[in-house]
């Protein structure tokens, strides 16, 4: 494509170095730049894209967007920022393709992964050709791709719409995020039905307030033709009165007579988002119960982990107190004994959860270990004194906090390992190891 129409999509205060020239695909990682590429100079946390520019050059890039005019010679679209230039770029460049594909997307705190698995199943059932994009497993043409941000990076996003297309996909069943809301990551994505789950606290490091967590979710609504809403979230009550038009269903819908195989009051509230979600696309209900029925389980979301033990074992993503509390009120219905947690908060997040988290903990299990989850550039042991309080047991290690949690249990309790679901590394010190609660949990019981 050629610069031309690029900078007509992004609309550059000033264009330096002004020559016509080419562009054969997009980058905003340097590493990623091949011949011909326009590279995107994006300001990170740790890096400065500007700062990377002359390797992106020397590896092929035939020009830059920037947010200052750098001392190369190559065309520069000088923008506000390069983040944000992205999304318009990226549409221009791969065609528009939400345009052709039928995007559905889940939006809310809690409940979009399953209520995305859900989704994707249901659309299959009814001949709908589904891709699926969610923080633990992508599929595009029905084969696996690897996964990684909930919401993709802009080029990265409009990249793998248009390979859908490519492998024969009509629809797309999608996480939107808050975050990549903020970002201008979904900037551009037409949404064929976009549905809201719940706003609990969380990524408050990011956004500051719960009004603002609010704005970049209901941002997205303005680029849907229909809305869905649970309406018995005060959250989604007020999106509602703001959009009108929009379908609604409650976490108690009846279900009819569809047999939900998930476990978990929060499932069936997953379960009747999905079914809403399902109608406002026209699905007919005997292929949403086809395909809500073909769901056995979602990795790491309230998942078994089976050895042999006389008593339950369950792995769920729970990492809000309102998930974490959904999750041990669930457990409770499982088996007649008592309830052991082991739980955690991630570092370099929203602290104000922590002690919140703690306190569910507390009331709703019958003995709670505080442990390691995530802690990234933080001290494992402050988190935990934070989400612990003082009153609640801490065992750091989170191998022998599980094991001491597996230890103490006996018939019929249930033992729940929450915090990282499906992922299979820890985030420690700039550092990602090696951990999985599910193998860690069968290791110990085997």
Not at 179 to 193: E, K, M
Request: proline share 5%; with cysteine.
């Amino acid at each position: 494509m050629e610069l031309e129409r690029l900078a007509a999509a992004v609309r550059p205060a000033q264009i330096a170095n002004a020559a016509p020239v080419d562009v054969a695909d997009l980058a905003y990682d340097s590493r990623a730049v091949t011949p011909g590429s326009l590279f995107f100079c994006v300001r990170g946390a740790r890096v400065d894209g500007h700062e990377l520019a002359p390797q992106a050059v020397e590896a092929g890039a035939t020009a830059l967007v920037v947010e200052r005019p750098l001392e190369l010679p190559v065309p520069q679209l000088v923008v506000t920022s390069a983040r944000e230039a992205m999304a318009p770029a990226a549409v221009a460049f791969f065609g528009d393709p939400s345009a052709e594909l039928a995007v559905v997307a889940v939006t809310g705190t809690n409940g979009k992964t399953t209520t995305a698995f859900l989704l994707h199943a249901i659309l299959d059932a009814a001949g709908r050709r589904p891709a699926l994009l969610t923080n633990i497993e992508r599929r595009v043409g029905g084969e696996p791709r690897p996964t990684g941000l909930n919401t993709p990076e802009a080029i990265d996003l409009q990249r793998l719409f248009r390979e859908m297309l490519g492998a024969g996909d009509a629809s797309c069943v999608m996480e939107a995020t808050s975050i990549a809301s903020a970002q201008g990551r979904l900037d551009g994505t037409r949404f064929a039905v976009l549905a809201f789950t719940n706003l609990t606290q969380d990524h408050l490091d990011f956004h500051g307030t719960m009004e603002e967590y609010f704005a970049a979710k209901r941002a997205l609504f303005d680029q849907t033709e229909q809305a869905v809403i649970n309406v018995g979230d005060e959250w989604g009550r007020r999106l509602a009165r703001e959009l009108p038009g929009a379908v609604t269903f409650t976490p108690d819908d009846d279900l009819g007579e569809i047999g939900l195989r998930l476990r978990g009051a929060f499932n069936r509230a997953n379960a009747a988002g999905a079914i809403a979600t399902a109608r406002a696309l026209g699905i007919d209900d005997q292929a949403i119960r086809a395909g809500i029925e073909s769901v056995s389980g979602v990795p790491g979301r309230f998942e078994s982990v089976e050895a042999g033990q006389p008593f339950a074992v369950i792995v769920d993503y729970a990492h809000t107190p309102d998930s974490l509390a959904n999750v041990l009120r669930a457990a409770r219905t499982v088996d007649d004994g008592r309830v052991i947690v082991v739980f955690g908060a991630g570092g370099d997040r929203d602290r104000d959860k922590r002690p919140l988290m703690g306190r569910a903990a507390a009331e709703l299990a019958d003995r709670a270990i505080v442990t390691t989850d995530n802690p990234r550039s933080e001290d494992p042991a402050a988190i935990a004194a934070e989400v612990a309080e003082g009153a609640l047991e801490v065992i750091v290690d989170r191998r022998e906090a599980i094991a001491t949690a597996l230890a103490d249990a006996g018939p019929g309790d249930v033992v729940v390992i929450a915090g990282k679901g499906a992922d299979t590394e820890m985030e420690l010190d700039g550092r990602s190891i090696p951990f999985d609660d599910r193998v860690v949990a069968r290791e110990l019981l085997t």
